[in-house]
């Protein structure tokens, strides 16, 4: 990992614990992102957004071996789809617990992505929280494939916009979207 990439995880680490709001890359696109246990960050990111709280965020998380920490059954099969997904991969979990209740939908539910990229890995392991991510745009419009696609309005209204990756263009799309249920059944929700 380059330098750069550490003084930014050691900087966005800092803010998070603050309770700040980042504008930072995830391993799909571009994400606006707080502490996840965080409720008051999570609350200015649904008014930052102009989002309804009853639809819900995702969280990132660095290692599958965390999901049990926050999602109170986790079916076998979840493993067999985060380990052999083509592409990133979010599942949503029943019952998720230890979390704000802001960020769990009104069923109880939550989306959970295990990240791979550098950058959120080490934010994660080294805050000792999960991320909240969303796309970085208002709700309703487009989400920005790239960096320079995201509103100046979204820039300006978060407390630190991450300066690596910028200049990335790569032909990344939001994660593949699957509800999960306890007795090992899903279906996709958003390809």
Known sequence: MSEKIKEEVEKSVNLLKHGKILLYPTDTIWGIGCDATNSKAIARIFKLKNREEQKSLIILLDSVDKLTQYVDNVPSIAYDLIENAASPITIVFNNAKKLPKKLIAPDGSIAIRIVKGD???????????????????????????????????????VDYVVDIYRSRIRSIRPSTLIKLEDNGTFSILRL
Do not use: D, R
């Open 119 to 157: 950058y959120c890995v080490e934010v994660i392991k080294k805050l000792g929280h999960p991320l909240v991510s969303t796309s970085a745009n208002i709700s309703g419009e487009p989400s920005p494939q790239t960096f320079q696609q995201i509103s100046e309005i979204i820039k300006e209204k």
